[in-house]
T-cell receptor
């Protein structure tokens, strides 16, 4: 599985876009990038995933660079409820085992 | 929509006692994952089951065992409890060993 690195913490004003970067320079061609978040002491929550194309769903957008060495999760209009630890996880889609490696994520704090 | 159910939500045990944690996956999900999250730490994968067979194993102590039953619910059995076993235990479910997993609210185990 690809090793990912993320900033330890970020903050964002409520209503503004939150852009969370992730570096995954060792990612291989068949490895997806998944994003999860964990609001304090709650179960992690799936957000979005992608391989090489940009993806968007009702929660967020995922922008993956053309060389696939990094990506950015975008929360277009952050709210106070988006305060959480965000995890960028590289996976091997060729494996069906589905084990998630939660490394050091980014603590996003949204302030009013 | 139905979510993952975990019981109990809170459990207090003494050292050397045993504990059983239960997980009921989302209907029609065939894969169950168990994760452990110690205080101030990130979730760590313990074990997973696909179609009632163990599919992957992480750093799970030998004192722990788990199984998935015919109705797809899973139980994590923990014996000879130690103070270091105090943690949040999350169960997640998914379809076909996928990385898109849905987490339950967790069981907070406190060993005294």
């Amino acid at each position: 599985d690809a090793k990912t690195t993320q900033p330890t913490s970020m903050d964002c004003a409520e209503g503004r876009a939150a852009n969370l970067p992730c570096n995954h320079s060792t990612i291989s061609g068949n490895e997806y990038v998944y994003w999860y978040r964990q609001i304090h002491s709650q179960g992690p929550q799936y957000i979005i995933h992608g391989l090489k194309n940009n993806e968007t769903n009702e929660m967020a957008s995922l922008i993956i660079t053309e060389d696939r060495k990094s990506s950015t999760l975008i929360l277009p209009h952050a709210t106070l409820r988006d305060t959480a630890v965000y995890y960028c996880i590289g996976t091997d889609r060729g494996s069906t085992l589905g084990r998630l490696y939660f490394g050091r994520g980014t603590q996003l704090t949204v302030w009013p | 929509a139905a979510g993952v159910i975990q019981s109990p939500r809170h459990l207090i045990k003494e050292k050397r006692e045993t504990a059983t944690l239960k997980c009921y996956p989302i209907p029609r999900h065939d894969t169950v994952y168990w994760y452990q999250q110690g205080p101030g730490q990130d979730p760590q994968f313990l074990i997973s089951f696909y179609e009632k067979m163990q599919s992957d194993k992480g750093s799970i102590p030998d004192r722990f065992s788990a199984q998935q039953f015919s109705d797809y619910h899973s139980e994590l059995n923990m014996s000879s409890l130690e103070l270091g076993d105090s943690a949040l235990y999350f169960c997640a479910s998914g379809a076909g060993g996928a990385y898109e997993q849905y987490f339950g609210p967790g069981t907070r185990l406190t060993v005294t």
